[in-house]
């Protein structure tokens, strides 16, 4: 399936209900890290250009040496490479950074919401990749998050 075709309600990779609020959805997710904990194995961080609030341009393929155990170097070469692949497809042209930047001042900064349009099909298109990625890996007791926060984001490898 090609991720020009994924749709979040008929797609069968997307784990919840599009309609479910998402307050509920996060309650859940705490009730259950709370009865099973997951043990952070190593992170990955970001190695290319940043948008505030929002994933890299790139994430780094050196491959961590505590994923030995879990995942091959193969399937980890494999695995950045595809969520580089689906970032850069998605990732707002450059034109797009300097009108929101230029107009910034004339519009109260409401036009840094134009890339963010972009940015955000980037973080849906990489939780397929991701969820994706986890399904493979479940049996080998291993479980792949994107992290973010103001000006860093990192995919974070844990251990069941």
Wanted: charged fraction near 25%.
């Amino acid at each position: 399936m090609s991720y020009e075709a994924c749709d979040l309600q008929t797609d069968s990779r997307y784990p919840f209900d599009p309609r479910a609020n998402a307050f509920e959805l996060a309650k859940m997710e705490s009730i259950r890290r709370k009865q099973h904990p997951l043990i952070l194995i190593t992170s990955v961080k970001s190695s290319g250009v940043h948008y505030f609030i929002g994933p890299s341009k790139s994430y780094s393929h050196d491959y961590p040496v505590e994923l030995e155990p879990y995942v091959t170097k193969d399937d980890f070469e494999a695995f950045i490479t595809e969520v580089n692949d689906v970032i850069v497809k998605y990732w707002p042209c450059f034109f797009t950074f300097i009108l929101a930047f230029a107009f910034s001042v004339v519009t109260c900064f409401l036009s840094l919401y134009l890339p963010r349009v972009c940015i955000e099909d980037v973080q849906r298109f990489l939780g397929y990749v991701l969820e994706r990625w986890n399904e493979t890996w479940e049996q080998k007791g291993i479980k792949v998050e994107y992290k973010r926060n103001l000006l860093n984001s990192e995919l974070q490898f844990y251990k069941l």
